[in-house]
């Protein structure tokens, strides 16, 4: 099987929603394409469900479906979440922009003493470390 988008690795806090219940779960990888999760079960192909970033304020939400899932030890598996479409998938990317630029920010002021303002740390995070994501939906297929 070919790969369609770009994998970027991330372990930022998630919560799938399955019958109103919020379940924590961290990020494997996001790509346009969608999101891998580490999880304890897998759950069936085509589920629909809800993804929350709850980092974020407000807190980002989107639909999204089980695409596929795979054990990888006992009480381990990966979980496969696509979105319906393209700008839902880079919406999701450009949320996981925005919790590297507060982890940035974060990091800078404990190791450095530096207080940046969201939109200093923003803008030297997107010098440092932005040509590292795609800048519009599609552009790094493979």
Known sequence: MSRHYIRHPSEIPIQIVL???PHAH???NV???GLCIHTHHCLPNNTEIIIRIPL????FSATGRVCWCHY???EDALLG???SDEETAFAVRMVEQVCHIESYRQQTAR???INYS??????EWIARYAHHFASAPGSDQS
């Open 118 to 123: 969201s939109e200093e740390a923003a803008a």
């Open 111 to 113: 190791k450095k003493g």
């Open 19 to 21: 019958g109103g219940q």
């Open 81 to 83: 979440i696509c979105f």
């Open 72 to 74: 990888q030890a006992q």
């Open 26 to 28: 961290r990020m494997s």
């Open 56 to 59: 974020l304020m407000p807190e």
């Open 31 to 33: 790509s346009l394409g």
